[in-house]
Every structure is written in C-alpha cells, then in structure tokens.
C-alpha cells in the first residue's frame, strides 16, 4: 500500500509541475514584446531617407514613418533595402512595410496597399546652368539620367521611348546626380524634393533645375502587403493624428521650409 501511495503521489506531483509549467509558459507568452515590424526604405534618397555619419537611416519618411507609429500603437525599425526590388521584400514577407518616397500609381495598387497620401511631389529635370533646355520636350534627343524603377524613368520611357539607348538607369539617385556631375548625361529627371536638396546642398556643382507642367502631380503613400487591413488600418490612424495635431507640419518644415522656390 505504501508502495502504491508513493507512485500515486509521485503522479499527483508531476502532474502539478505540468500544470505549473503550463501557467508559466502561457504568462511568459502573454507578456513577450510586441512584435517589430520592419520598414524598407532606400537609404541614398535624401532628405527622404539617407544614412547619417553613424550608419543610421534618417530623413523626412523616417521622421514621419516614427511618428505613424507612436501614434498607431506599434513598432518599427528602418532597413536598408534597394528600390529596384523594393515591392518583391514586401510580398516575400521580408519587410511589413515600405516607406521609401513611393509614389501611389495605379500600377501599384495591384500589387500593394497604400496608405493615405503623405507627401506631394512632382518630377523635375536637372541640367547644367549653361544648358538651352526649357521644357521636357527638350530632352528627346539628349543623354537622360534617371534612377532605375521609379516614375522618373516611366515618365522619360514615355517621352523618348522605352529602349532609347539615350536613358541612362542607375541604381540610385546619388549615381544618377554623380553621373550628371561627371558629364555621362545631359539631363536628369527625377523627384523635386530630391532635386531641390541636392542643388541647395551642391551650389557649386552649376546646375539649375526646370518645372514641366507635362508632369503630373504625384503623391507618395506607405505600403503594405496587400490585404494586410489591420496594420494598414495603424498605418493610418497614426498618419491623420500627426496631421490633426500638428506633427507631421514640423516635419515638413524641419526638410522642406527653405527649399520652396
């Protein structure tokens, strides 16, 4: 009978240390961090996002981008992922979100969700102060450099052609300026807030830049992968409180209030 006692004993305290484990295990999963989700952003884009002395990513959507989230109840961290490709790590999963400058097209939308617009921009061409261009109907037989992938490229593709061997692609818009500076292009379409940074912080460089009404307003959105409703829906609410409280204004101004004309 004792034997028996003991085994019975035995099993009713094993059978508690289960039961523990099984409270502890639920506890430790009920408070473990919230989860992280990861923002791609082309960090060669400034101000929109670009790398400071330190190797972290900065800038204009980074700024907004932390401030959606603090206001949606969520976190974030930046990576650094190349545009060209940038939608691929999105629908892969590798990214939850891109906040990267990126125009709402309805090309896009096919693929991706977009948040509301947060930024309105347009494109604008770059060329050496000397230079007789006045209009983009100029460019048609000149040297364009525009970066691979973006509207700059789909907007010159429209007007001299799809495979003219006179539109230069690189990678990023820091190749794209350097190749101007270089004199392997004429020209360089690209977005104005981009163009504008650069030539306010490159004077010496000569060189001016032309608004076109031929070019549409864009608006740049965050994306999501598509039918991801519940973090689109943070995305949003975070994005109409920096507007309603004034946040998002002194963002705006702290990139852009010097570089209206």
Not at 75 to 101: H, M, W, Y
Not at 220 to 249: F, P, S
């Amino acid at each position: 009978m004792k034997r028996i006692f003991n085994l019975s004993l035995c099993v009713l305290s094993a059978a508690l240390l289960m039961t523990a484990c099984g409270k502890q295990e639920s506890k430790t999963a009920e408070t473990s961090e919230p989860k992280v989700y990861l923002v791609g952003a082309e960090a060669t884009f400034a101000p929109f996002e670009y790398q400071n002395e330190q190797k972290e990513i900065v800038g204009f959507d980074v700024d907004v981008m932390n401030a959606v989230a603090d206001k949606g109840g969520f976190k974030i961290k930046f990576v650094n992922t190349p545009f060209e490709g940038i939608f691929n790590f999105l629908a892969q999963g590798d990214r939850d979100l891109l906040a990267s400058a990126i125009t709402i097209t309805d090309e896009r939308k096919q693929t991706v969700d977009f948040s509301e617009p947060y930024f309105e921009a347009a494109q604008l061409i770059v060329v050496p102060k000397d230079s007789k261009v006045t209009q983009f109907a100029d460019l048609k037989n000149m040297k364009v450099g525009v970066q691979s992938a973006t509207t700059g490229d789909e907007i010159v593709q429209k007007e001299l052609g799809k495979s003219n061997p006179n539109i230069k692609r690189l990678e990023s818009a820091t190749l794209v300026m350097k190749e101007l500076e270089g004199g392997g292009v004429e020209a360089v379409v690209s977005d104005n807030g981009v163009i504008k940074n650069y030539i306010k912080n490159n004077p010496s460089e000569g060189f001016r830049f032309i608004s076109d009404p031929a070019f549409p307003k864009e608006y740049y959105g965050i994306a999501v992968k598509k039918g991801n409703a519940d973090l689109l829906a943070k995305v949003n609410k975070g994005l109409a409180a920096i507007k309603a409280d004034g946040t998002y204004d002194k963002i705006y101004a702290k990139y852009f209030a010097d570089t209206s004309k």
